[in-house]
């Protein structure tokens, strides 16, 4: 039998916590941190090791899961005199698991190869919300040296359905950017449809009765048109974290106009300033009807 790999947690936002939690579930010694240390408590609880900094928290780890808020924050975290390149053994695998665009992406690439050439990097956003990330449903998708990094391998199974390698270091991040646009679209034109229809005298229900069974019937949409009538809009991902992966995907987009993406952003961004950004972002359906009722 294979040994289990040690994994240390690095920021225990809903996906990082689900990722420990499940690990923990699966039998594997996870090591925790998180700069408010209280998030962990639970996890503590239940067997995890925490740590009072980063570089504490890796020692020991062969697996290092990185799943911080954004780039400025993933940089320094791992760069960091007490950070995770700091304390992290020969050898080990530094998966990096947030959605912080491609720049962040380049840099930290570059970043471990001049400070820690031993170590090896994937990067590994997740496609995914903290329901699925709770209940092990979410796809990983990975790039970077996948031989070299076999340990992760077993980790990825604990916390995920299934895992797409796209090739070397950054491509994944890149094809994050893609899904999170897709996304943001349909998320966009379901809650626009919906005013639409009732403004035409049809319930959610009914829209969704003639959707149901049909291609256009994607239960990521059945799941934020159920918010849309419980008014219940507890943040699988939050608004403002959303918005910022529009504008992630704005700045990488070089020659290619996205025209709509850009008008979402904007409205997005409108939604956040009028104190709707903690809130799921299907509550971009309240924003806009209030919106129209003004």
Known sequence: MI???????????????????????????????????????????AGAIAGSNPRETVAGADVVIAMLA??????????????????????????????????ATDALIALVKKQRPDVVLIDAPVSGTKG????????????????????????????????KWLGEAGRASKMKLVVNAWLIAMMQGIAESTQLAQELGFSIDELWDVLEGGPLAAPYIKGKMAMFKSNDYQPQMQLNWALKDINLALDASGACRLPVMTRISETWQQAVNAGYGDSDLAVVYRYLGNSNKQ
């Open 3 to 45: 040994q289990q790999p040690t994994v240390a947690v690095i920021g225990l936002g809903a996906m990082g916590h689900a990722f420990a939690a499940n690990l923990l579930t699966k039998g594997f010694t996870t090591h925790v941190w998180n700069r408010t240390a209280s998030r962990g408590d639970d996890l503590v609880a």
């Open 132 to 163: 699925p990330a709770e209940q092990a449903q979410i796809v990983v998708l990975a790039s970077g040296d996948r031989q070299a990094a076999a340990a992760v391998e077993p980790v990825f199974a604990a916390i995920s359905k299934g895992v």
């Open 70 to 103: 954004d780039g400025a924050t993933t940089l320094e975290v791992i760069s960091a005199e007490d950070g995770i390149l700091a304390g992290l053994k020969p050898g080990g695998i530094l998966v990096q698991m947030g959605t912080i665009g491609v720049d």
